[in-house]
């Protein structure tokens, strides 16, 4: 049996927390009064789980899967962007480290399902 909503999908759950996350980190300590990275950081982590219910939506496996590979992108932004801010001392070790492994996780979470959705009906690629 198929998901209902997207609010079932086991992926879209771990993106909503992801983001809910960053959004209680990046409020408080350095990030306060670095506006830039702190709302490129939330847009990103947003990004994700918005993407992931707005492709879901359109009720079209080409389109979830092309919302899925911009979603990637996302990820890929927010590592960076967790990286740099790492770097710059906003983030300690351990904090980086969970948040990266997560966006990891997500990752290849959003990786099986896109390959699962193209198994189901070959899309022109």
């Not at 999908?9 to 990046?26: G, P």
């Not at 506006?35 to 079209?60: C, M, P, T, V």
């Not at 932004?77 to 997560?102: H, M, P, S, W």
Request: glycine share 6%.
């Amino acid at each position: 049996m198929g998901y209902q909503t997207f609010k079932e999908l086991k992926v879209w759950q771990e993106a909503r927390n992801l983001a809910i996350e960053i959004y209680k980190i990046t409020e408080k300590g350095k990030f306060s009064s670095d506006f830039g990275l702190k709302s490129h950081i939330q847009r990103s982590a947003l990004s994700i789980a918005s993407n992931i219910a707005e492709g879901y939506e359109r009720n079209s496996d080409k389109e979830f899967v092309r919302f899925l590979l911009i979603l990637r992108g996302s990820i890929s932004e927010l590592r960076t962007q967790l990286e740099i801010a790492f770097e710059v001392g906003y983030l300690n070790k351990k904090c980086f480290e969970e948040l990266d492994d997560k966006c990891q996780k997500i990752g290849a979470m959003i990786t099986r399902l896109i390959q699962h959705r193209k198994s189901r009906h070959p899309i022109n690629r």
